[in-house]
Nanobody, 124 residues
Framework: QVQLRESGGGLVQAGGSLRLSCAVT????????MGWFRQAPGREREFVAT????????NYADSVKGRFTISRDNAKNTMSLQMNSLKPEDTAVYYC?????????????????WGQGTQVTVSS
């Protein structure tokens, strides 16, 4: 059974950085597109970033473009999200997700597996 586990969340001041990681067990990670989503209190879950199976193609939400970087290491079955220049509006629970297919996607409906989430809090 495929399991995803996020780590790296925490409390940081505005302007700071955090690096989230997602470890994937079981399944075929190297052929799965991956993504990061987030959900702030009182809001729907939203797309943050996605990466295709090879890592060649990435896509970002406009709100994080230029500040966040998604990457993956297929040899280690891990995916990461480097978050720089953090803002209070980035505060949310961040989820990693995996697809049973190659191409990346911005839609959460296209993802088959989800982690439990990790809290990111950015103070002003």
């Amino acid at each position: 059974q495929v399991q995803l586990r996020e780590s790296g969340g925490g409390l940081v001041q505005a302007g700071g950085s955090l690096r989230l990681s997602c470890a994937v067990t079981a399944g075929t990670f190297s052929t799965s597109a991956m993504g990061w989503f987030r959900q702030a209190p009182g809001r729907e879950r939203e797309f943050v970033a996605t990466i295709n199976w090879s890592g060649e193609f990435t896509n970002y939400a406009d709100s994080v473009k230029g500040r966040f970087t998604i990457s993956r290491d297929n040899a280690k079955n891990t995916m990461s999200l480097q978050m720089n220049s953090l803002k209070p509006e980035d505060t949310a629970v961040y989820y990693c997700a995996a697809r049973r297919s190659f191409p990346s996607s911005m839609s959460e409906r296209n993802y088959d597996y989800w982690g439990q989430g990790t809290q990111v809090t950015v103070s002003s």
